[in-house]
């Protein structure tokens, strides 16, 4: 008998690979961006409700599902509101409508905050974030953001009021000018 059999060594490497993907398929995220509906209920469950909008010939279908992880992610807000848009049966954007909690008027959506939403929704941290475009809107205190996460990854949202709070919903969305290689 060989001290060391090559075809036995190589299917205890197999095997331990195959039962390390698990982890190693988890530690790399989720694709959520251009999925199906019921790939999108494996992650964060059985849609609430569901409502189609027919725009410029383009049919829209929103699902809603239940923000209570979410309010994990973001405990000192409420979460109003966590909802996937979907074309052709594809997912293009995730919204989510947050607002300070016990003042409405409190919540900033900073750094931290558009990277722990991305966190929840992908599975690991943004790449990065640059700032892509900022314009001021309807008066002086009121600003549309849209920054680049990475990953094609991109968040829109507007912020207003002296204190700079989010007005509507945070939303992320595919982007190309958000691939890699990122500028400097």
């Known amino acids: 008998m060989k001290p060391f059999d090559p075809l036995l060594g190589g299917?205890?490497?197999a095997g331990i690979l195959?039962?390390?993907?698990?982890?190693?398929?988890q530690a790399g995220g989720r694709y959520v961006l251009n999925q199906t509906p019921q790939t999108i209920e494996r992650y964060f469950g059985r849609y609430w409700t569901r409502l189609t909008h027919p725009e410029n010939g383009v049919t829209r279908v929103t699902y809603t599902y239940s923000p209570r992880e979410l309010q994990r992610?973001?405990?000192?807000?409420r979460v109003d509101r966590f909802?996937?848009?979907?074309?052709?049966?594809?997912?293009?954007s995730i919204s989510v409508a947050i607002t300070g909690s016990p003042d409405e008027l409190s919540f900033?959506?900073?750094r931290t905050d558009s990277s722990r939403l991305y966190e929840y929704i992908f599975g690991y941290r943004p790449p990065?974030?640059?700032q892509l475009s900022s314009r001021f809107t309807g008066n002086e205190t009121i600003h549309d953001y849209e920054d680049c996460l990475g990953d094609g990854?991109?968040?829109?949202?507007?912020?207003?009021?002296?204190?700079?709070f989010l007005l509507s919903e945070a939303e992320?969305?595919?982007?190309?000018?958000?691939e890699p290689p990122y500028p400097r």
Do not use: M, W
């Open 11 to 13: 299917v205890i490497a």
């Open 18 to 25: 195959l039962t390390a993907l698990p982890e190693r398929a």
């Open 73 to 77: 992610v973001f405990p000192n807000t």
């Open 83 to 92: 909802a996937i848009t979907f074309i052709a049966n594809r997912s293009q």
């Open 108 to 110: 900033t959506y900073d």
């Open 128 to 130: 990065i974030r640059q």
């Open 153 to 164: 990854i991109a968040t829109r949202y507007t912020l207003g009021g002296a204190a700079q």
């Open 172 to 178: 992320l969305h595919y982007n190309k000018r958000c």
